[in-house]
């Protein structure tokens, strides 16, 4: 990573997106729409319904939907499951901090 | 290139039987997959490891594989037979994301649609659409600075005979000052170009932080660990320390110890909202080499009815 003298891209943060609907999650994911709706049904992922019918998902949602996709396809776990991991590292991640500064 | 021993990394032995080799993959892979794994090299470790797992619980790719014997020494070079590939054939492409070293690929070609790789990252991602992911690791520099970063991508590319080839493509990326780990840059129009089927895909690079030299990273916050003199950690002190808008002066409260922790609020990374900065105090003590420093101690002794294992009842 050096300094090029290539023109520069500007792009902008998906996770900052205010508003994603259920298929720009799914197209980023790179699953199938069925497969973040099961996300939605278990709880894992929180989302509102559009007045069109449609989920809609905060941009923070996204590198959720990414740790419980991968967790499905290269362990092999449950929906279930998922929750339960993605619920213990939450807990994992708040206990680190907390010994670590005591907040 | 590297000879890889896909029976030592997955720890079995060489006529382990499928259900055996099954075991071991999910045994290792919840050991080391990254989004769990506090481990070091987790992330390495796994990309091994499902490379592995995809010769070795593919019948063919297996008796392939074993065809070459144990491989050369360690460090020797290694270099497909002559004869590879001939007499074997490979159903699909493989059903699984993940990037696969140039050994894996010179024995069972490189994996098609639309893959880059970050210049330490791992490709992943795929899917038919005309959209390109990668993973990269990004020095935390640039999400506190902002600033542009080149980036060595591989994508597949079809030849003059439509065989699969991945090209390296540089880009040039302006880099969202506060971007956080675990998000996602997209680039319009960066993926697999326009085709009469469709528009030009995006590029998304989903970035990861290198360590840092002094700065640990917990979310949008940072952790600095400060060392401090004794005498300033008893008797308070203004330190300068770093912080990513530039160097500050921290008062040390009178009284601190090992352990104490300042924050500094709005100090950490610079996102919206922008996180905080951590100072976490660490006495250090300075070595008594010197007869001056060794009087120094002595007088300290001399001056402090001081017993730190009061608590020991000893």
């Known amino acids: 990573m050096t300094q090029s003298t290539l023109e520069a891209l500007s792009g902008e943060?998906?996770?900052?997106?205010?508003?994603?609907?259920?298929?720009?999650?799914?197209?980023?994911?790179?699953?199938?729409?069925?497969?973040?709706?099961?996300?939605?049904?278990?709880?894992?992922?929180?989302?509102?319904?559009?007045?069109?019918?449609?989920?809609?998902?905060?941009?923070?949602?996204?590198?959720?939907?990414?740790?419980?996709?991968?967790?499905?396809?290269?362990?092999?776990?449950?929906?279930?499951?998922?929750?339960?991991?993605?619920?213990?590292?939450?807990?994992?991640?708040?206990?680190?901090?907390?010994?670590?500064?005591?907040? | 290139m590297e000879f890889k021993d896909y029976y030592k990394i997955m720890g079995v032995a060489r006529d382990a039987t499928e259900a055996q080799i099954k075991t071991a993959y999910r045994k290792l892979a919840r050991k080391y997959h990254p989004d769990v794994s506090k481990e070091k090299d987790a992330e390495a470790r796994f990309k091994d490891l499902g490379e592995a797992y995809e010769v070795l619980k593919n019948p063919e790719k297996r008796a392939a594989y074993d065809q070459l014997g144990q491989g050369p020494?360690?460090?020797?070079?290694?270099?497909?037979?002559?004869?590879w590939g001939s007499g074997f054939e490979f159903s699909g492409a493989g059903d699984q994301d993940g990037a696969y070293s140039d050994f894996f690929e010179s024995l069972f070609g490189r994996q098609a649609r639309g893959r880059g790789r970050g210049p330490h990252g791992y490709p992943f991602g795929g899917g038919h659409s005309a959209d390109h992911h990668a993973r990269v690791l990004l020095d935390l520099d640039a999400s506190l600075h902002g600033g542009q970063r080149a980036f060595t991508l591989r994508v597949p590319a079809l030849d003059a005979e439509g065989h699969v080839e991945s090209k390296e493509r540089t880009l040039n990326v302006q880099i969202p000052k506060g971007i956080l780990a675990g998000q996602t840059i997209r680039l319009p129009g960066q993926g697999a170009p326009a085709t009469e089927h469709g528009p030009a895909g995006?590029?998304?690079?989903?970035?990861?932080?290198?360590?840092?030299?002094?700065?640990?990273?917990?979310?949008?916050?940072?952790?600095?660990t400060l060392p401090v003199a004794p005498w300033e950690a008893s008797l308070?002190?203004?330190?300068?320390?770093?912080?990513?808008?530039?160097?500050?002066?921290?008062?040390?409260?009178?009284?601190?110890?090992?352990?104490?922790?300042?924050?500094?609020?709005?100090?950490?990374?610079?996102?919206?909202?922008?996180?905080?900065?951590?100072?976490?105090?660490?006495?250090?003590l300075p070595p008594a080499t010197d007869d001056k420093a060794k009087a120094a101690y002595l007088a300290m002794a001399a001056a402090m009815p001081f017993n730190p294992r009061a608590n020991l009842e000893v």
């Open chain 1, 13 to 103: 943060i998906v996770e900052e997106t205010t508003v994603l609907s259920i298929h720009e999650v799914s197209r980023i994911c790179t699953v199938e729409t069925s497969r973040i709706v099961e996300l939605i049904d278990e709880g894992i992922l929180a989302a509102t319904l559009s007045e069109a019918g449609e989920w809609l998902l905060r941009g923070e949602a996204l590198r959720r939907a990414r740790i419980a996709l991968r967790l499905q396809r290269d362990l092999e776990i449950n929906l279930a499951g998922v929750a339960l991991v993605l619920e213990l590292l939450t807990e994992i991640e708040q206990l680190r901090r907390e010994r670590l500064l005591g907040i």
């Open chain 2, 73 to 83: 020494r360690p460090g020797e070079q290694f270099r497909p037979p002559p004869d």
């Open chain 2, 236 to 284: 308070g002190a203004s330190v300068a320390i770093p912080t990513p808008g530039g160097a500050v002066q921290l008062k040390i409260p009178p009284g601190s110890h090992s352990g104490s922790k300042l924050r500094l609020r709005g100090r950490g990374i610079p996102a919206t909202p922008p996180g905080d900065l951590y100072a976490l105090l660490e006495i250090a």
């Open chain 2, 202 to 224: 995006d590029l998304f690079i989903e970035i990861e932080f290198q360590p840092h030299r002094y700065y640990r990273v917990d979310g949008r916050d940072l952790i600095l």
